[in-house]
């Protein structure tokens, strides 16, 4: 799945954002993240937005090179929630992990996946699963750097530098990242389908 071992940047069309704003607004009235230290409904409305527009970026480079479907827009309520994948890569499970550069900035490029006690990102169990990670330029908010897809295992995984998310979370900082080029490529739009 490894189609391109260069950061990409991209930028995505303003109906795209529109989209994951909307999605953002509607979901985060179903769900509850107080098991997580998150409370803070318009924290939660942010997080759902960027990550979406992660996955909407993710799917804008990864079609260029092989057939791409999601994100999903469907509103699952309670038990219904899906952890599925973010998106399928000719038929593959591909996990998307965006950050904004803003949050960059305070923590240092990196990704956080649950790995607490009561909630736990299931893509963590699975060496041979597929992520993807994004950094969102929220100071440009339609541009994009998307990294080459991972494996799990071949991820080395840290602790967050806030203290109160230790032991709750993992993340995976850029500096440990393999196989990455820092030349970027721009992609201009994506192949008409």
């Not at 979901?27 to 990550?51: A, E, G, L, M, P």
């Not at 908010?141 to 979370?169: C, D, M, N, R």
Request: aromatic share 12%; proline share 5%; net charge negative.
């Amino acid at each position: 799945m490894r189609f391109y071992q260069n950061l990409q940047t991209i930028e995505l069309d303003v109906d795209e954002v529109i989209r994951a704003k909307r999605f953002a607004e509607k979901v985060v009235d179903t769900t509850d993240y107080s098991d997580s230290n998150q409370s803070f409904r318009v924290k939660i409305q942010q997080d759902h937005f960027i990550s979406k527009l992660g996955e909407e970026a993710a799917k804008k480079v990864l079609q260029t090179y092989a057939r791409v479907e999601g994100p999903d827009y469907v509103i699952y309520e309670g038990v219904e929630k899906s952890w599925e994948a973010d998106l399928l890569v000719n038929g593959i499970e591909l996990a998307v992990k965006t950050q904004s550069q803003s949050s960059a900035v305070k923590y240092g490029k990196s990704w956080t996946f649950q790995s607490g006690t009561t909630r736990r990102d299931t893509i963590l169990d699975k060496p041979q699963a597929w992520v993807c990670f994004v950094l969102f330029d929220d100071e440009h908010p339609y541009q994009f750097t998307v990294y080459p897809p991972y494996q799990i295992s071949e991820l080395v995984f840290g602790e967050p530098k806030l203290a109160h998310l230790k032991g709750s979370k993992k993340v995976v900082y850029e500096s440990g990242l393999p196989l990455i080029q820092h030349s970027l490529i721009r992609l201009s739009s994506p192949p008409n389908e």
